[in-house]
């Protein structure tokens, strides 16, 4: 049994710490944590949609049309943009069709990108942080005092919990009306 959940949590089968290969080695470290790009720069539909959304063509442009433009790595874009033809990201973070995840809800209720990410901010490639398995999602909605965040620092990406983040935490999910642990947990919330 113990092989077999080891196998099962290995990155073989979660893709934890691989990195996906994308058409464009996108840099995460780069863009947020040297230029300090705002994850909502690229990712507008996190605050008002269940889906974060990747950035289109279109906003890559707004910067590579004035810098890197003659980069070979970014040549897929600039086709991209002169085609009208999105580029066909490998997905990182996929649930299955079975569960409805709604980003919106989680940044209102303070929840950082960092929480189900990683590390973000220092991914020069984008990998998987967490197995977003149900047991690892029914853990923050069981203790969601563990991972709830001043609003303003949703979208830290070197965000570190304080010391007292347990006592801030049970705070902040009061003041977020954050459900209790049985309605957050039943089976209606994630599967609908």
């Known amino acids: 049994a113990y092989l ?22 996108f840099s995460h470290k780069h ?7 705002d994850c909502r720069f690229c990712h ?9 959304g990747v950035p289109t063509t279109h906003v890559c442009m707004t ?12 040549e897929p874009v600039r086709a991209s943009a002169t ?9 990182v973070n996929a649930l299955p069709d079975f569960v409805y995840f709604d980003h919106s809800i989680h940044v209102k209720k303070g929840i950082g990108c960092t929480t189900c990410h990683g590390p973000i901010g220092e991914m020069p490639l984008t990998w998987r942080a967490n197995t977003l398995y149900m047991r ?12 709830v965040r001043p609003r303003d620092l ?11 983040q347990i006592t801030m935490g ?23």
């Open 44 to 52: 507008a539909m996190v605050e008002k949609s269940p889906y974060a």
């Open 31 to 37: 863009h947020v944590t040297d230029a300090g790009i």
């Open 83 to 91: 085609t009208n033809t999105s580029l066909e990201w490998t997905r």
């Open 63 to 74: 910067c590579h049309s004035k810098l890197w433009v003659n980069s070979s790595m970014l």
């Open 154 to 164: 949703v979208y830290k990406a070197d965000y570190v919990p304080p010391p007292d």
């Open 4 to 25: 077999i959940y080891s196998v099962n949590q290995s990155p073989y089968m979660t893709d934890v710490n691989v990195a996906r290969q994308q058409p464009v080695p």
């Open 136 to 147: 690892w999602c029914i853990d923050c909605h069981n203790h969601p005092e563990q991972n």
């Open 170 to 192: 049970r705070r902040l999910v009061k003041e977020y009306h954050i459900k209790d642990a049985r309605q957050l947990t039943d089976c209606y919330t994630c599967h609908r």
